[in-house]
Nanobody
Framework: QVQLVESGGGLVQAGGSLRLSCAAS????????MGWYRQAPGKQRELVAT???????NYADSVKGRFTISRDNAKNTMYLQMTSLKPEDTAVYLC??????????WGQGTQVTVSS
């Protein structure tokens, strides 16, 4: 059973920074890719950033240049460093892991609130 636990969310002023963590139960080597998604009230869940097992990264246009995704295989943890935060970044941020052919695993989410 895969468990993903997010942490690091909170309330921050616009222009501030936060670092989210996603701790996995067991090795993250087994996942083909991991990523962060977010969902704001009344909006659809959207992709924020992904990182493959080879280390390739991909970002939503709205966060390029501000957010950085990374992973520490030794700690079985993925991170999202968020800088220059904007009120529109306010959402629940969810950790995702993908493994072929099993599919997707999700964490419970961590709230990020950016005040103007």
């Amino acid at each position: 059973q895969v468990q993903l636990v997010e942490s690091g969310g909170g309330l921050v002023q616009a222009g501030g920074s936060l670092r989210l963590s996603c701790a996995a139960s067991g090795s993250i080597f087994r996942f083909n890719a991991m990523g962060w998604y977010r969902q704001a009230p009344g909006k659809q869940r959207e992709l924020v950033a992904t990182i493959t097992s080879a280390g390739s990264t991909n970002y939503a246009d709205s966060v390029k240049g501000r957010f950085t995704i990374s992973r520490d295989n030794a700690k079985n943890t993925m991170y999202l460093q968020m800088t220059s935060l904007k009120p529109e970044d306010t959402a629940v941020y969810l950790c995702n892991a993908y493994k072929i052919p099993v599919g997707h695993y999700w964490g419970q989410g961590t709230q990020v609130t950016v005040s103007s």
